[in-house]
């Protein structure tokens, strides 16, 4: 018992000196350099056959320290897919939905949140949720920090780690899933738990 506690708070503790690291990194990108890698994961993207084969895809809204999404979700768009974004809960929890998402107008409507992102109101009820229906093809996943076999770094709240944990009592099972990343957010070993769900495949301006 008293191994598992040490061990859990040297895993957080490394954790956290991590993510203070990649968000050092990321903060030196200047806005122009965070929109040219942005076009680049969005253009692989693209022409990956997951996303051109999915009907049902997750898009997140970037933050300021993410990759943009704003072109992605235009593509989504044009392309006919069903979008879905995320609706976290306000209140201490972990809980998260992905609800429809109608156009980009409808996007532009929402209220922006403390953390300078749009969601649904608390009160908008109205939407969709993705696995009352159809369940999920793609979710394309956001977090501050990756490593080459496939492990995350979010930001300690949860909500991705437990919503797929979700997609997998769905009919439909857990769609793929792809990250996209920086590549100053790629790290050579991302320390992981067991609550931790390894992401399909990150993509990334690959300069080898």
């Known amino acids: 018992m008293c191994v598992d506690v040490l061990r859990m708070a040297a895993l ?5 000196a991590l993510r203070k690291e990649i968000k050092r990194r990321v903060s030196e990108l200047s806005v ?12 692989k993207l693209f022409k990956h056959p997951k996303y051109v084969a999915s009907q049902r895809v997750a898009v997140f809204l970037s933050m300021h320290d993410e990759v943009r999404t704003e072109e992605i979700l235009l593509r989504v768009f044009k392309d006919g897919k069903t979008c879905f ?3 976290y809960q306000s209140t201490e929890s972990n809980h998260m939905d992905m609800v429809r998402l109608r156009s980009m107008e409808d996007m532009e409507s929402l209220p922006l949140t403390s953390w300078n992102i749009r969601q649904p109101a608390d009160h908008d009820h109205s939407r969709e949720e993705a696995l009352d229906t159809g369940g999920l093809d793609l979710i394309l ?5 990756f490593d080459r076999a496939g492990n995350r770094l979010g930001r300690g709240k949860g909500f991705y780690d437990t919503y797929l944990e979700r997609c997998m ?3 439909k099972g857990k769609p793929y899933t792809i990250a996209l990343a ?7 070993d991302i320390p992981v738990d067991h609550n931790d769900v390894l992401i399909d495949q990150i993509l990334y301006e690959d300069l080898e």
């Not at 957080?12 to 956290?16: D, F, Y």
């Not at 996943?141 to 920090?145: A, E, N």
């Open 12 to 16: 957080r503790a490394a954790k956290q």
């Open 32 to 43: 122009k350099e965070k929109q040219r890698q942005s076009q680049v994961v969005s253009q």
């Open 85 to 87: 974004i995320p609706k």
């Open 141 to 145: 996943m956001p977090g501050l920090g």
């Open 169 to 171: 009592g769905h009919p």
């Open 182 to 188: 920086f590549r100053e957010q790629l790290c050579e």
